[in-house]
């Protein structure tokens, strides 16, 4: 079990461009989650999916960003035409499901750095 | 809706002295609690959490907390800052959507400590 993984750790893109992150979460883990921080900030909920599904989306999420999970295991955030203020830290989690409520916990990647120049 | 406001976006001690870094919450339901630390360039590690099984809870490094419910209060501390404390820190609550899924932080506190 080698925790949370994310890739890539930095980003730089220029504005207009796609990009697209990987987060692979702790083997058995069927619940992830993506976050946004912003510098000075906690991180902002983005979206989760049980398994391959996804469950529940924030309006943070413009429809320029998709995520997905196609097998239930590592999922993939992109956002397409990129702007400035997409600047950000990245944070993919993940947790067990099996046991309801927080008695299991979110456990967190290092991140994907996004610089939007 | 629930929310943390965590006082003091810094906090400034002295090696050895009393760490309080001050997390207040607003929940309509039973709220689910959480401290996390950040170090620089990476991801965040939980502390320690507050599930209603007891008030004081202990965590990880010499840090504690107390859940005050008529204060609506979730402060962490440590007897002793020790140099390595150094980070950021940020309280979570669980929200109710989705059975506790989602997590709402506050902005963080930034510990500096000095020898």
């Given at each position: 079990d080698t925790g949370v993984s994310q890739n890539p750790r930095h980003k730089i893109t220029k504005r207009g461009q796609n990009v697209t992150f990987r987060c692979d979460p702790i083997?058995?883990?069927?619940r992830l989650y993506w976050y946004r921080q912003t510098l000075g900030q906690g991180p902002e909920f983005l979206t989760y999916f049980q398994n391959e599904a996804q469950l529940e989306k924030s309006r943070?999420?413009?429809?320029r960003f998709s995520a997905e999970r196609p097998k239930g295991s590592f999922s993939t955030l992109e956002i397409q035409r990129t702007e400035q203020g997409d600047s950000a830290m990245y944070l993919c989690a993940s947790r067990l499901g099996k046991l309801a409520g927080p008695k299991n916990i979110q456990y967190f990647g290092a991140g994907t750095r996004l610089s939007v120049l | 809706a629930q929310s943390v406001t965590q006082l003091g976006s810094h906090v400034s001690v002295s090696e050895g002295a009393l760490v309080l870094l001050r997390c207040n919450y607003s929940s309509s339901v039973p709220p689910y609690l959480f401290w996390y630390v950040q170090y620089p360039n990476q991801g965040l590690q939980l502390l320690l959490k507050y599930t209603?099984?007891?008030t004081l809870v202990k965590g990880i490094n010499g840090f504690e907390a107390e859940f005050k419910k008529s204060e609506t209060s979730f402060h962490l501390t440590k007897p002793s800052a020790h140099m390595s404390d150094a980070a950021e820190y940020f309280c979570a609550v669980g929200t109710l959507s989705g059975g506790y899924n989602k997590l709402i932080f506050g902005a963080g506190t930034r510990l500096a400590v000095h020898p």
């Open positions: 083997s058995e883990h069927n943070l999420l413009s429809d | 209603s099984a007891a």
